[in-house]
């Protein structure tokens, strides 16, 4: 799964960066670096410059027609100047020197008074391409963008005469980033991101239920269009929809939960993700601070972060201060061995950044970011794992999930499970939320499939105002008991 | 450190540029188009541990064009709203719309609703303040909620202040513009007892800068908060009845205008499809809403598609009296607009509001929640099941801190089993309500 691209290619991504970025405003790698002297005021210890580009593509279909299209250019340039724990930022949407000059002024203003450092020699590290740095919207034409969304609608609509409604959308982003840095970095990524959605209404006997599916990655639309997602998604958003036609509500209180493989994993990033990011740590508002080396889950769990997995939504060959995208464990066999850093809260922490450092946009300040968080299969058969629950709940599909760090406690809400009634799955119940605190869910995991897998590419992370796409994944797993929040007590 | 920002300049600017990109779109051929362009300049300071953590000036500026060439539409945006980026982005909405499928229902609102004069809503109120002293307001927030006994740490605090002005034009002849404010002081703080760390929050958020709370007040509630979670035990499962805290309540608001939302209803994707001139709530309550309100945090005298606002009454004595509809799900349901294209501006309750004693006594025992946890909200089917934590109530009297919970109903159910609104109105988002009582739903705890 960690296959890198062929052709390790700094050169021609840094080029195409400079091309895109840098030439239109009249800049070139030398004068980043005046630009960058510019943040590199007195008492300054570290400043960053992070140039970005992005055409945003959407096509969606409602009523079996393709009624709306955008497109959206954004970019433009974020200054950072940092001494100690202070962080001054400032952003323009124009790359120039006088916005260099402009937003480097603003950003050093955070300190008045040290010392004067200077800006390190360029340094280009090689980079490992964890994706093809591609254009993904070219390649597939408006009129083939059409006819999938059309497509998934048809297919929806065949599949079942309970379907009402249909809405399909298929998006891209081509984002071009470079960084500058004083500690030397230079870095440029070219990152495609795609995906395709299919929202479907089935209604029956007076119920109305949604299903929903989608998936893609950081490859070319026209890939999607080779996978044949637009029927996929279309089937399984159907099938979703039906399957909660039959629901019944879901039991209140506290039972057995097995988590399907996949998606599921957003368990894994509420409770134990968030709460491992280096910034919490450093400030010690994370249920996880000071537990370095200590057992907070049970024997054979081992969880990690992962940026270098080839084409997937939440990797990344470089991070947005330039530090190459890596495979950090988070949890080995049920102890705490990595927190996820960027660079200031590494350097305060004395450690290493991981690479986790992302932000939404030039226009945003960057923070310790999960990218693909997922845990390692164990040794069970799914079947047995199934088996061995008297009364409980087989969730597969969540809509969402939230955490208080501080705390622990999670939260995640399922958009298809099922109970399981002696071993067996039976009937299908709707609006079954999961609550639990990260260290003592984890410490009630008692199974660990052999069935590892990761989502289809749908993950949004919200942190502080900002998204970034991310990914999950996990085995089928048992926690011995978790709280259930339907309404059937 | 701060920026200058010329609001009136910023304005003339825009509002050139958007009837630039009208000229242009006529130009090539599209039969109507619509503009939308803002630009906000603001500062954002935080701290932590009476300590600057960062100072960030901000300042975005965007523009969106959609064109409608028959009943075919495309759309543009650029965050640069600079002459070339528009010209771009005319071209590319004209060449999306070449693409795109005849929808019947597409097209400008009528010229006829078209607002016809913009008052001044009183919600420019900008605040020449240096960076210095936004810090200070930061710092004495944080410092007076960390000197509150039994906090061992903080989030930090953090004080913004912007300003910015939004124009809309589309070729009907419409232009409108509006300038604003805001400015918001927030503080996180974190308790701690042998059983673990709790942390809580609170804010003050206002278009006039004299309207705000005292920044020591906010740190202080933040802390108090903070403090009383501490030694949280989880409630036992069963079926009760459910105080929200106001902050809570408009959210259950919130949820209410998402189901008669035109966009939901024509998808058929709400709860409340066919709900009109239903009774979902008691008789005694009225929810309307006042978009031209002088002062208030919503306040528009045009929607997003250009029509003037009006006063609506969505829940009139109990009954869904109407949908909130712009232009575009309007025709697709065979009705009017109410001028909510981009939302509802302004909810207020007509209810006869209690105490919160009252409303505690009335409740004899349950939980009285404070906080909500996830996304358990089914639009389709008004399910709704969520994570909680707040307090347990008996003898009508709060008793202890309760966490881990979740609280679960339909929102019908939920709205139907309203027992009364209390008077600890919150005023500080653009729905205003006080702490709701719900007779009965599921809480799954221990």
Redesign the interface.
């Known amino acids: 799964m960690n296959q890198p691209f062929p052709e390790p290619s700094e050169q021609t991504l840094l080029d195409e960066a400079v091309a895109t970025l840098l030439a239109p405003g009249g800049l070139d790698l030398d004068s980043l670096d005046t630009g960058l002297a510019h943040a590199m005021g007195a008492g300054v210890d570290f400043a960053d410059l992070y140039m970005q580009r992005s055409w945003h593509e959407s096509w969606v279909l409602?009523d079996g027609?393709?009624?709306?299209?955008?497109?959206?250019?954004?970019?433009?340039v974020g200054v950072r100047a940092m001494a100690g724990?202070?962080?001054?930022?400032?952003?323009?949407?124009?790359i120039s020197p006088d916005a260099l000059a402009d937003s480097g002024h603003?950003a050093a203003?955070?300190v008045r008074s040290g010392a004067r450092l200077g800006v390190e020699p360029r340094l280009v590290k090689p980079v490992i391409e964890r994706y093809a740095g591609i254009d993904p919207l070219s390649g597939l034409s408006?009129?083939d963008k059409?006819e999938m969304l059309k497509t998934a609608d048809r297919v929806a609509r065949a599949a079942d005469p309970a379907v009402?409604?249909v809405?399909a959308s298929l998006t891209g982003v081509h984002e071009v980033v470079l960084v500058r840095a004083s500690d030397g970095t230079l870095a440029a990524d070219i990152r495609p991101l795609v995906r395709f959605n299919v929202s479907v209404?089935a209604?029956r006997d007076g119920?109305?239920?949604?299903g929903s599916a989608g998936g893609g990655g950081r490859f070319a639309m026209s890939r999607l269009r080779e996978e044949g997602v637009a029927e996929r998604y279309a089937r399984e958003a159907v099938r979703q929809a039906l399957v909660n036609l039959e629901a019944v509500d879901?039991p209140?209180?506290?039972v057995p939960v097995v988590l399907g493989p996949g998606w599921p994993g957003i368990l894994l990033h509420e409770a134990v993700g968030h709460g491992l990011e280096g910034d919490f740590n450093r400030?010690?508002?994370s249920?996880f601070a000071g537990r370095m080396g200590q057992r907070v889950a049970s024997p054979g769990v081992t969880v990690v972060d992962d940026a270098t997995l080839a084409d997937r939504r939440g990797s990344m060959s470089v991070d947005d201060e330039g530090t190459p995208g890596a495979y950090t464990a988070l949890i080995e066999d049920g102890i705490l061995t990595g927190y996820m850093q960027d660079k200031l809260n590494a350097r305060l922490m004395g450690m290493a950044p991981t690479g986790n450092a992302r932000r939404e946009s030039y226009?945003h300040?960057p923070m310790p970011r999960m990218t693909n968080t997922y845990m390692l299969p164990g040794d069970d058969v799914p079947e047995d794992i199934i088996r061995s629950v008297r009364h409980g709940l087989y969730a597969v599909s969540f809509?969402?999930?939230?955490?208080?760090i501080?705390?622990?406690?999670?939260?995640?809400?399922a958009s298809e499970a099922y109970l399981i009634e002696d071993g067996r799955i039976t009937a299908p119940v709707?609006?079954?939320?999961l609550?639990?605190?990260g260290p003592e869910a984890m410490s009630r995991v008692s199974m660990i499939g052999h069935d590892m897998e990761l989502d289809t590419g749908i993950g949004v992370c919200g942190k502080e105002g900002q998204g970034v796409p991310v990914g999950v994944g996990q085995p089928t797993v048992k926690l011995d008991e978790l709280?259930?929040?339907?309404?059937?007590? | 450190?701060t920026?200058a920002f010329d609001a009136a300049a910023q304005q003339a600017l825009l509002e050139s540029r958007a009837e630039a990109a009208l000229d242009q779109a006529r130009r090539l051929g599209a039969d109507a188009c619509e503009v939308g362009a803002s630009v906000d300049q603001g500062v954002d300071v935080s701290v932590?541990l009476g300590?600057?953590?960062?100072?960030?000036?901000?300042?975005?500026?965007g523009i969106a064009v959609t064109v409608y060439v028959g009943k075919r539409?495309?759309?543009?945006?650029?965050?640069?709203a600079g002459e070339a980026?528009i010209r771009?982005?005319v071209e590319?909405?004209m060449a999306?719309?070449?693409?795109?499928?005849?929808?019947p229902a597409?097209g400008l609102a009528d010229a006829a609703l078209m607002a016809k004069e913009i008052p001044d809503l009183d919600v420019h109120h900008p605040w020449p303040l240096t960076?210095d002293e936004a810090i200070n307001h930061a710092l004495a927030c944080e410092t007076a909620g960390r000197e509150v006994a039994g906090i061992s740490?903080s989030?930090g605090a953090s004080f913004s202040s912007g300003e910015g002005v939004r124009v809309y034009a589309n070729s009907h002849g419409f232009l409108g513009s509006q300038r604003g404010s805001q400015h918001s002081l927030s503080c996180v703080l974190?308790a701690e007892d042998h059983q673990?760390?709790?942390?809580d929050y609170d804010y003050t958020s206002e278009r006039d800068p004299r309207k705000l709370r005292e920044p020591a007040e906010v740190g202080v509630s933040a802390a108090e908060r903070a403090l009383s979670?501490l030694g949280a035990t989880?409630p036992v499962?069963?079926?009760m009845p459910v105080m929200f805290d106001p902050r809570l309540a408009s959210g259950l608001i919130g949820h209410l205008m998402s189901a008669i939302a035109g966009g939901a209803l024509y998808?058929?994707?709400s709860?409340l499809?066919d709900g009109l001139g239903q009774s979902l709530f008691p008789e005694w309550f009225t929810l309307k809403e006042v978009p031209r309100e002088p002062g208030a945090i919503a306040s528009s005298a045009f929607d997003n598609d250009g029509v003037y606002t009006r006063d609506n009454v969505f829940i009139e004595n109990g009954r869904l009296a109407s949908y909130m509809l712009s232009a575009y799900s309007a025709r697709r349901l065979g009705m009017e607009t109410t001028g909510n294209a981009g939302g509802a501006r302004n909810l207020r309750l007509q209810a006869p509001l209690e105490s919160r004693e009252s409303l505690l006594t009335k409740m004899g025992s349950g939980v009285f929640v404070t906080e909500l946890?996830?996304?358990?909200v089914?639009g389709?089917?008004g399910?709704?099941?969520?994570?909680a934590?707040g307090f347990w109530v008996e003898d009508g009297k709060l008793q202890h801190p309760v966490?881990?919970?979740?609280?679960?109903?339909?929102l019908r159910d939920m709205f139907a089993g309203l027992m009364g609104v209390g008077d600890d109105t919150d005023t500080r988002g653009s729905i205003h309500s006080g702490s709701w009582l719900i007779e009965e739903m599921?809480?799954?705890?221990?």
């Open positions: 409602e027609e393709v009624k709306e299209g955008s497109y959206n250019i954004d970019g433009g724990e202070k962080t001054g930022f400032a952003y323009s949407n124009q603003t203003g955070i408006a009129a059409i009402t409604q809405s209404i209604a119920r109305r239920e949604r879901a209140a209180g506290q400030k010690g508002s249920a226009a300040m809509g969402g999930g939230q955490v208080d501080t705390s622990g406690k999670f939260v995640f809400s709707k609006g079954a939320t609550i639990g605190n709280t259930v929040g339907g309404t059937q007590s | 450190m920026q932590r300590e600057v953590e960062s100072i960030e000036l901000s300042r975005d500026q539409k495309g759309s543009a945006s650029s965050s640069d980026s771009a982005a590319q909405a999306i719309a070449h693409y795109t499928g005849d929808d597409s960076t740490n989030d974190i673990g760390m709790q942390r979670r989880r499962t069963g079926r998808r058929q994707a709860f499809c946890m996830g996304q358990g089914n389709v089917t399910d709704y099941s969520r994570g934590a966490e881990e919970f979740t609280i679960a109903g339909n599921t809480v799954a705890g221990s």
